[in-house]
Structure formats: structure tokens, C-alpha cells
């Protein structure tokens, strides 16, 4: 696997695969690589021909109270992995070749509708910087096909819709939650978990397959099973953000009409945020 940290570099080298016809497929992530991400790299092997991933810890998608400094940086370990995994070169830019004149005037890219709600009520302004830097890493790399993954339902239908908008070249792919043996989603956030918070945060994951269980058997008071899963959650040491069982693709409220919904949930345990979904298709 080849490392490149200059945006020249990168574009030379993704035009020579280019000019050989091959597909170009990219995996964005922010680094802190768990089998998670690698799955990503996975898929994008099996539906393009060069595979790039890149590693780059964005600081305009945290909000004033999100502690940027100490977010985990792995990237020794992290480059084992994706070569472990076959990815075929590495992109490391930094802040200033991403953001050439700083935060407050980089030129940004707001998705209205889709981050009004869930996540974005809870971190203000966190999408405007994963659309933005999202659309400067197309540029930049000019993939055919960009893959995520699913459990950051909100992000991947804020990608989608990005893309769409704007006309992107780029096919967007989402991928499986890849969790752990009890079923909590692996995720990043994961590390910070006390042994005991641990033991009860696959909680999270349970009480959302008790909920689909229960739409899937009939039941659409949605409003209900919203408030019972949350008192659930409560009960089981978890600090509630939202729980919201959702259209799909306009990802507002459900309504006993709608046939592909998603149940998205964010709960605190400490001071650690935990998300997870679960995609519903009902007949």
C-alpha cells in the first residue's frame, strides 16, 4: 500500500490508474481503524479495481464541547490494517491543505431538510462539516464509488443527497453495521466505555431489535414505542438523546403508511454518545 500526503501526488497517481480504465473506489474515514472501516475496504475491493482510503480527523464536523484534541490518532496501526486488508493507497492530508484559509472562510456545503433532526439537533453544525470535507475528498480523489457504512444512517442519507444535489459523479454504497458477538455496533466511541458501562451498552442494540420485533408484529403507535424504548434505555443507565422511528428516506416521522422506516437512536452512557439503527421494510 502506498501512503501519499500531497494533493498533487494523489492526483497524479489517481489519474495513472485512470488512464488504465480502472474504477476507482474510496473509503473516507477519520482514522482509529476498527473491523468496522476495514469491512468498507472490503466491499470497495469487490466493486472497483483501485481502492483508496484516506485518514483525516475533521476538525469543522466538532461542535465547541467536542474535544477534538483527544480524539484518538492510531495511524501506524491503522496503515497496518488497511494494507492488511489489500487497500491500495493511503491519502494523510492535513488541516491546511484541506482548508487552505482556515475554518471561518472555507467555502461550505449545507444539506437542508435531512440534518434539521436527530444528530443534527443534537450537534449543531456536525453535518455542514461532514458535507463540506466529504465534497472536498471527492474532489480531491475523484472516485467512481465512495462507500460507508450504515450505522451513521443520517451521515449516509446526507452523503446521498449531497451527491445527488450536486450533480457528483461518485455512486454512494452503504454497508452493514458491523457489531460486536452481543451485538453492540463497533464503533470508535467503543474505547472510551468503562468495563462496567461495557457490560450494559449493547443495551442500546436490544432494545432497538424490541422495538422493530414489535413494528414488525403489528404494532404503529410509534410515539409509544418511542417513549417505552427511551424509558428502557433510562433504566438501563443510558442518558436518552433521541429515539425516532423515522421515514427511511425523508428520515421524519413515521406514519402507519409507510412501508421502509428506520428506527435511529443515540443514548449517552457516561459521557460517551453511542448511535445505532435498525432499516425496517414492512408490507
Do not use: W
Request: hydrophobic content about 35%; charged content about 20%; overall charge negative.
Amino acid at each position: 500500500m502506498r501512503t501519499i500526503n500531497r494533493i498533487a501526488d494523489l492526483k497524479a497517481t489517481i489519474r495513472n490508474q485512470q488512464q488504465q480504465g480502472k474504477r476507482i473506489g474510496f473509503v473516507p474515514t477519520m482514522g482509529n481503524l476498527h473491523e468496522g472501516h476495514i469491512s468498507l475496504v472490503r466491499h470497495a475491493l469487490t466493486i472497483s479495481d483501485y481502492v483508496v482510503s484516506s485518514i483525516f480527523v475533521n476538525p469543522l464536523q466538532f461542535g465547541a464541547s467536542e474535544d477534538l484534541d483527544n480524539y484518538p490518532r492510531t495511524m501506524k496501526e491503522d496503515m497496518r490494517k488497511l494494507a492488511e486488508a489489500g487497500a491500495h493507497l493511503l491519502f494523510t492530508p492535513t488541516t491546511e491543505q484541506v482548508y487552505p484559509f482556515g475554518l471561518e472562510r472555507c467555502t461550505k456545503v449545507l444539506v437542508p431538510d435531512l440534518t434539521d433532526y436527530h444528530c443534527g439537533t443534537s450537534r449543531p453544525g456536525h453535518f455542514d462539516g461532514v458535507s463540506t470535507v466529504v465534497n472536498i475528498l471527492f474532489n480531491m480523489v475523484e472516485p467512481d464509488v465512495a462507500v460507508f457504512g450504515e450505522k451513521d444512517f443520517q451521515q449516509l442519507a446526507v452523503i446521498r443527497k449531497m451527491t445527488k444535489d450536486l450533480f457528483i459523479r461518485v455512486q454512494i454504497e452503504g454497508c452493514p453495521t458491523v457489531r460486536e458477538s452481543d451485538g453492540l455496533a463497533m464503533s470508535s466511541r467503543n474505547g472510551y466505555l468503562s468495563v462496567e458501562q461495557r457490560q450494559i451498552a449493547n443495551s442500546l442494540y436490544r432494545t432497538l431489535s424490541e422495538t422493530a420485533d414489535r413494528i414488525r408484529s403489528g404494532a404503529r403507535d410509534y410515539q409509544n414505542l418511542q417513549q417505552q424504548a427511551a424509558n428502557t434505555l433510562s433504566e438501563a443507565g443510558f442518558k436518552p438523546d433521541y429515539y425516532n422511528i423515522v421515514n427511511s428516506i425523508t428520515l421524519e416521522p413515521a406514519d402507519s403508511a409507510d412501508t421502509e422506516i428506520v428506527i435511529l437512536a443515540a443514548a449517552y452512557l457516561g459521557t460517551t454518545r453511542l448511535i445505532d439503527n435498525i432499516y425496517l421494510r414492512l408490507e
